[in-house]
């Protein structure tokens, strides 16, 4: 038995449903089939999910809504109309919509409810239009599913108690298709996962009925070793190891959610990215081992949007607790760290700047300066992460003076550079504005 997951471009358009539905029929054991919500036709489209959120935000401030309830109407009721669906469905989505404005609870808990409303609707209009092409397939709400979530709405965490009852789908008959996603607290409140979260949903079902592959559909024919927009026509991965691939797709490798891996790593379930518009391909396998190849990196990510602060202090080193109370620091005020190397006086954290305010950066560095007796704290934006990731990484020689000197090459500044730490991976921060040198270096010399 397969899980196939599509991605919100798969389900975009009745264009894209139509090739699910090829690839669903192509082969029998493609029982378990997750979907997103329809997401971007052309670059400058607007996603579901994002229409929801405009939709959500204006219903609870109180602010016309009308022109957003019509927008998602309409897109859900083409798609229907072009697959030719029996219009039940729609008006089984209008009367959803309806429920989710009136769900009660906190603001955060409604505005789940309403994002929920894209994938839930991608799979009621799949299952029916399966039927139409005389597959026995039939929708599945994630309740009855058995998707029990943490109460942490826009960031549930599946709870282990999940896994035994969804092991139980595997009697059902038909096709089953579940919207990804979102899950369901005890207390019975609809939580939504991350941004991207459809890929977990995939992964938890591919846990749970202990699948022979999760095949998650998107639209690329492989992982690349670099940014494509980047590098021109990268080489093509193959096979990745699960650790590869959790590092890559945490540092900008968008094709798969980083933490969508680990329910499939438990169990072991390869995992296999592939293209709905072209299924032919083989696709990317990540699996839990690889045989050793002569290539010691597979891929090289990267990604902006982090922020570094330095402190120095003479003799840390012989300060003991320093580190903890730095992080205590981090932790009061709310900010999870992403790294943190130290230096016998000195000490980084590196963390994510989206939600680092001008007031925040204030707070943070005067209780440095206050508790901490710090000889200097920095803070420096607009860093760029670049993790060069490969499981030879540990026993080959060599590999970090090939990557300095293309940074050299390159004519690039590294601000930090973080390596042991992981056995899989080697860190390094730059300038964001070099990052496209950078890498475009650093694949010159480890593919070319
Ligand atoms: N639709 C959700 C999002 O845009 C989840 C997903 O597509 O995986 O974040």
Do not use: W
């Amino acid at each position: 038995m397969k899980v196939a997951k599509f991605g919100g471009s798969s389900v975009a358009n009745a264009t894209q449903l139509i090739k699910v539905g090829n690839i669903i029929k192509s082969d029998p054991n493609r029982k378990f089939v997750v979907v997103s919500a329809p997401g971007k036709r052309f670059s400058d489209d607007i996603k579901m999910t994002d229409m929801l959120i405009e939709l959500g935000t204006a219903y609870m401030n109180g602010a016309t809504y009308e022109e957003n309830l019509i927008a998602v109407l309409n897109r859900f009721s083409e798609i229907i109309e072009d697959l030719k669906v029996d219009d039940s469905v729609y008006t089984e989505i209008e009367t959803d919509i309806k429920s989710a404005l009136a769900v009660e609870g906190s603001p955060e808990n409604k505005m789940d409810a309403i994002k929920a409303i894209g994938e839930n609707s991608s799979a009621k209009i799949l299952s029916a239009y399966l039927n139409t092409l005389g597959i026995e397939a039939s929708y599945v709400n994630p309740k009855e599913a058995g998707i029990i979530v943490s109460d942490e709405p826009g960031n549930a965490r599946i709870l282990p108690e999940s896994f035994d009852k969804i092991y139980t789908l595997r009697e059902k008959e038909g096709v089953l298709v579940i919207p990804g996603f979102f899950g369901y607290s005890k207390e019975g409140k609809l939580v939504t996962f991350s941004r991207g979260g459809s890929d977990i949903t995939g992964s938890i079902i591919a846990a749970g009925i202990k699948a022979e592959m999760y095949e998650n559909f998107t639209d690329v024919d492989s992982v690349y070793t670099v940014n494509p927009t980047i590098v021109k026509n990268p080489k093509e991965i193959t096979t990745l190891t699960y650790k590869e691939m959790r590092e890559l797709s945490y540092a900008g490798f968008s094709v798969f959610h980083d933490e969508a891996l680990i329910p499939a790593f438990r169990e072991k379930i390869p995992v296999c990215i592939k293209n709905t518009n072209n299924p032919e391909a083989r696709g990317t396998l990540i699996v839990a081992e690889k045989e050793a190849s002569e290539k010691c990196v597979v891929g090289i990510a990267s990604d902006t949007g982090f922020c570094s602060l330095y402190v120095s202090k003479y003799l840390m080193n012989r300060e003991i607790g320093f580190g903890r109370k730095l992080l205590n620091i981090f932790e009061d005020e709310g900010i999870s760290f992403e790294h943190a190397p130290s230096g016998i006086d000195d000490m980084s954290v590196i963390f994510r700047d989206s939600k680092f305010t001008a007031e925040k950066e204030n707070t943070v560095v005067n209780r440095i300066k206050e508790e901490l007796h710090v000889d200097t704290v920095s803070i420096h934006r607009d860093i760029a992460v670049i993790m060069v990731v490969g499981e030879g990484l540990v026993n080959t020689i060599g590999v970090a003076g090939k990557a300095t000197s293309a940074f050299e090459k390159a004519n690039v500044n590294i601000e930090m550079i973080n390596q042991g730490s992981s056995e899989v991976s080697m860190m390094f921060g730059i300038q964001a504005s070099d990052i496209n040198d950078a890498i475009q270096s650093l694949y010159t010399a480890f593919f070319e």
